[in-house]
Structure formats: C-alpha cells, structure tokens
C-alpha cells in the first residue's frame, strides 16, 4: 500500500525563493504607485524633490486626523408598542447605550490636497487669467453633486462613498469642462 503514495519534495531553495517573490512584489507594487503618483505632480510643474515631499506628506499625514467636532447619540429606545406600568419592559425596549461620533478631517487625505490644489489654481489663473475660474468651480459644484448623490449612510458603519464615482465624474468634468481636448494633446 505505501508503494501508491509518492511524495515530492522541491527543496528548501524553491520554497525561499518563492517567499523571497512574494516579499518582492509588496515591496515593488507599492514603489510603483508612489513613482507614478510622483510622475504626475512632476507633469504638474513640481520639482523632483517637492514631489516626492508632497507624496510623503500625503502618505504620512493619512495617519492624522484633525477633529472637527463630536456628534453625540442619545439614548434610543428600540421597538414599538405600549406596555402597562405592571409588566416588565422587554429587553429589545432597554435604552441603549450613550455614544461620541469624533467627526475629523484627514491630514493627507483632504489637507494637504487641498492645498496642492489650491496652489495649482493659482498657478493656473496665472498663466491663463481669470477664465479658468468658472470651469474650475462648475467642475467643483458638479463633482460634488454627484458624489453627494453617489454617497449612502450605513447605520453602524458611517458614510460610504463608490470608490470610482467621484474620481470617473471629476474626469469628465475636467475633459467635458477644457473643451473636450483631450489632456494628452497640451
């Protein structure tokens, strides 16, 4: 019976090499995203070096949000109906329990694009005057309608946005906006 069963082994070496890929390729993939992202602000007119501080900024500030303001929830009681004063409540009618909602603003997720963004327009305004300002904020108004549209509340989980809309209906915005010349063509 034992003569059925064949057991393969490849090594030691394939299996370490196979780590060693797979560390690789975490490793590599996110370089990549930072190298394009850093390609984009250098296209934009930064330099080299405020690129890639501003790609920093941006990754290390994601960990930091700045507090606005607390939402509190009050005491709720859950379920429907009358009960008489003798009965006792049922546990679906316990008030449940006080909550803080910290609503924050994120450093480089909303900050410091913002500010980048500012910066361009101004660079912008100079360059082509004042004309750009009208697109720009119909751009801005649209975008954000259709993101308000587009965004969905979750009991218990928060405000939850497509991941594609805003960015898709931002694209199209900006080509519909320019005159429909694509971007590329300069």
Request: with cysteine; proline share 7%; aromatic share 8%.
């Amino acid at each position: 019976m034992n003569n059925d069963i064949q057991l393969s082994s490849s090594g030691p070496l394939s299996i370490i090499a196979i780590i060693l890929l797979i560390c690789l390729i975490i490793f590599i993939i996110p370089l990549i995203l930072l190298g394009l992202v850093g390609a984009a602000f250098t296209r934009l007119g930064f330099s080299r070096i405020t690129a890639l501080a501003v790609v920093l900024l941006m990754l290390f500030g994601s960990f930091v949000n700045i507090p606005l303001y607390t939402v509190r929830r009050d005491m709720v009681r859950v379920g429907t109906g009358s009960f008489p004063l003798n009965e006792s409540v049922p546990a679906s009618w316990a008030p449940q329990p006080v909550w803080d909602t910290a609503i924050s603003l994120n450093l480089g997720g909303a900050v410091i694009p913002v500010l980048v963004s500012v910066y361009l327009l101004y660079r912008a305004v100079d360059v082509l005057g004042t004309a750009i300002l009208g697109p720009v904020f119909t751009g801005i108004v649209v975008v954000a309608i259709i993101a308000h549209l587009a965004t969905r509340s979750i009991p218990g989980y928060g405000i939850k946005a497509p991941l594609f809309i805003p960015g898709l209906a931002a694209l199209l915005c900006g080509l519909l906006l320019n005159g429909g010349i694509p971007f590329w063509q300069g």
